[in-house]
């Protein structure tokens, strides 16, 4: 939640998603391939092969990225829009892609530079490089209650300096991906972080806010559609009739009777 009149919360324009590793880890640099090829315009950045196999960040970076995040997204629960704090995107996506992507490779970087990436942080799009970039984001329009918003993993991004409405801005961060290995390891560790209540992987550890709260959201609270995202088992009542599925007939002539112990 961002209070009316802040400027602390104040994020550097960025890509999430980890930083070197993009050139570094050998599936994560495929997903680039046609931009390294000299063919930007054949790079597809929703092409998912090599994204869910790549290691987006190195082992125990806070705020790293371990989770394959096809979108990420927000939920709103307040109203927001241009000047009131809310989130700056550059929506072009390929083309900024390849300009960043490239951009070790210019004239003007020194040679074994990849200007932007620092050692476990998110890559960062900087006036002194990437000033093409960094001077064009464009506010969100006008966003109410309920309303959400989805960006790609790639699309540079920040939020506006200072919050000048006179509500608070909040919001459900929720980052979105496909069922594949390295997010049902995520979800291994997420769920042990669930039960606990304290801060899931990739968040700072130190914001173990709701270790301690009231009614937090347990696993009683998850309805069959969270335990399955959530990659939790779903409980199985057995029934006369789910147990004729089970059994993969639907000849109902074959009498079943349930009996209890
Ligand atoms: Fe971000």
Same mark, same amino acid.
């Given at each position: 939640?961002? /209070? ?25 640099? /495929? ?40 979108? /990420? ?12 704090? !809310?989130?700056? *995107? ?35 799009? !900087? ?12 506010? &969100? ?6 309303? !959400? ?12 300096? @200072? ?61 069959? *559609? ?12 057995? !029934?006369?009739?789910?147990? /004729?599925?089970? &059994? ?5 002539? @074959? ?7």
């Amino acid at each position: 939640m961002r /209070q009316p009149g802040d400027t602390l919360f104040n994020p550097s324009i960025h890509i999430d998603g980890g930083g070197i590793e993009r050139w570094k880890d050998p599936a994560y640099r /495929q997903v680039y391939r046609h931009i390294f090829d000299g063919r930007w315009k054949d790079y597809d950045p929703f092409e998912a092969d090599y994204r869910a196999e790549a290691t987006m960040t190195e082992a125990g970076t806070t705020n790293g990225c371990s989770f394959f995040r096809a979108f /990420q997204g927000w939920l709103s629960m307040s109203h927001s829009g241009p000047g009131k704090g !809310t989130l700056r *995107v550059l929506p072009l996506l390929k083309e900024a892609t390849a300009f960043w992507m490239l951009r070790p490779f210019a004239s003007d970087v020194p040679e074994g530079a990849f200007p932007g990436c620092y050692p476990s942080k998110t890559f960062h799009i !900087t006036q002194r490089w990437h000033k093409l970039l960094a001077d064009h984001l464009v506010s &969100l329009p006008e966003i109410g209650p309920g309303d !959400t918003v989805w960006w790609h993993p790639d699309i540079v991004h920040t939020v506006e300096n @200072h919050h000048g409405g006179d509500e608070p801005n909040a919001v459900f961060y929720t980052g979105f991906g496909p069922d594949c290995r390295i997010n049902r390891n995520y979800l291994r560790h997420m769920r042990h972080s669930f039960l606990l209540g304290t801060s899931p992987p990739d968040f700072p550890e130190k914001n173990n806010f709701e270790v301690d709260y009231k009614d937090r959201a347990a696993f009683d609270d998850l309805s069959d *559609v969270g335990l399955k995202m959530a990659g939790f088992p779903l409980p199985t009542i057995l !029934t006369p009739d789910s147990f /004729q599925h089970h &059994l993969g007939t639907s000849n109902k002539d @074959h009498s079943f009777q349930c009996k209890w112990p």
